[in-house]
């Protein structure tokens, strides 16, 4: 019979795998479809609106909203930031970048914030600490490179989500691993 706690982690292993998985299949849009203004408008809006709706998932699985205030405010900023880059996706693509730095700061202080409230429940969070700190100092690039010269694209942020979908992907292996280990205990 299996504890909470290994219920939780068994989530979290699930969760973090589907969130890497998401990011490569959206990277590979990105790339196939980067010529396509239609295209490239929708991959922009689903990024931040498939961030909310896994933070809303997460959170729920994890005793509610209420009891995850880093994650319900995460669901918020990235529901925001969907309609604000949908708005500027009418402006410039130097907006839309500066909407997704401006994000990429926020949700990165949320997950990170996230990942040090896990730590000492699950443990293996540090990739998600060191994720959200990166994903903090990725949009402060994203905001400088919005005010270059060079019009960015939507290859601009495929390094972002490639990142988090790496960062996803080894603290998914991490709890694996973390599993094992306890289990052979």
């Known amino acids: 019979m299996q504890?909470?706690?290994?219920?939780?982690?068994d989530w979290l292993r699930a969760y973090y795998f589907a969130c890497a998985a998401f990011s490569v299949i959206w990277i590979a849009a990105a790339i196939l479809l980067a010529g396509q203004p239609g295209a490239v408008a929708f991959l922009l809006v689903v990024y931040p609106l498939w961030d909310a709706l896994a933070n809303l998932i997460d959170a729920r699985v994890n005793g509610g909203l209420q009891a995850n205030p880093s994650q319900t405010l995460n669901v918020a900023v990235s529901t925001v930031t969907a309609l604000a880059v949908a708005i500027a996706l009418g402006h410039s693509t130097y907006a839309v970048l500066a909407v997704f730095g401006a994000w990429a700061i926020l949700s990165g202080l949320l997950q990170l914030y996230t990942g040090v409230r896990r730590w000492r429940i699950y443990g293996a969070q540090w990739v998600m600490i060191l994720s959200g700190a990166q994903s903090a100092l990725a949009g402060g690039y994203?905001?400088?490179?919005s005010f270059a010269a060079a019009a960015p694209?939507?290859?601009?942020?495929?390094?972002y989500?490639?990142?988090?979908?790496?960062?996803?992907?080894?603290?998914?292996?991490?709890?694996?691993v973390a599993a094992r280990r306890k289990a052979h205990a």
């Open 3 to 9: 504890t909470q706690s290994s219920l939780q982690s």
């Open 142 to 145: 994203m905001i400088s490179q």
């Open 153 to 159: 694209t939507i290859l601009d942020i495929v390094p």
């Open 161 to 176: 989500a490639g990142f988090g979908a790496f960062y996803f992907l080894l603290s998914s292996i991490w709890l694996v």
